[in-house]
Nanobody
């Protein structure tokens, strides 16, 4: 249902754009979140976008640096990442859940569950 792309290596201060390609109906009915799992750490929510109204949520660690957006015609959700830091190094996953409220996905995803996960894409920020 979901396939991430766009990961790679960037220098501190650099930029990358991740893409999450969904199937035909996913973006109509599912809110999409970007999550990441740094080496040796738990998965965490980074940013989410609502299927209901397009509202967005960002974690404090990425607010002002990352931008989530969606292109329904191309069935894709993007995560534009700027001013990357070494601590952004992680495997990035997109996840889909039938939740209309974006905070429910980003803040309560462990309780509500995520219906679909992508395979993940590795982002490495290093000089």
């Amino acid at each position: 249902h979901l396939a991430e792309s766009g990961g790679g290596k960037a220098q501190p201060g650099g930029s990358l754009r991740l893409s999450c390609l969904a199937n035909e109906y996913t973006l109509d009915y599912y809110s999409i979140g970007w999550f990441r799992q740094p080496p040796g750490k738990e998965r965490e929510a980074v940013s989410c976008i609502s299927s209901a109204d397009g509202s967005t949520y960002y974690s404090e660690s990425v607010k002002g640096r990352f931008t989530i957006s969606r292109d329904t015609a191309n069935k894709t959700v993007y995560l534009q990442m700027k001013n990357l830091k070494p601590e952004d190094t992680a495997i990035y996953y997109c996840g889909a859940a039938a939740l209309g409220v974006v905070e429910a996905l980003c803040l309560r995803w462990r309780a509500y569950g995520v219906d679909y996960w992508g395979e993940g894409t590795l982002v490495t920020v290093s000089s």
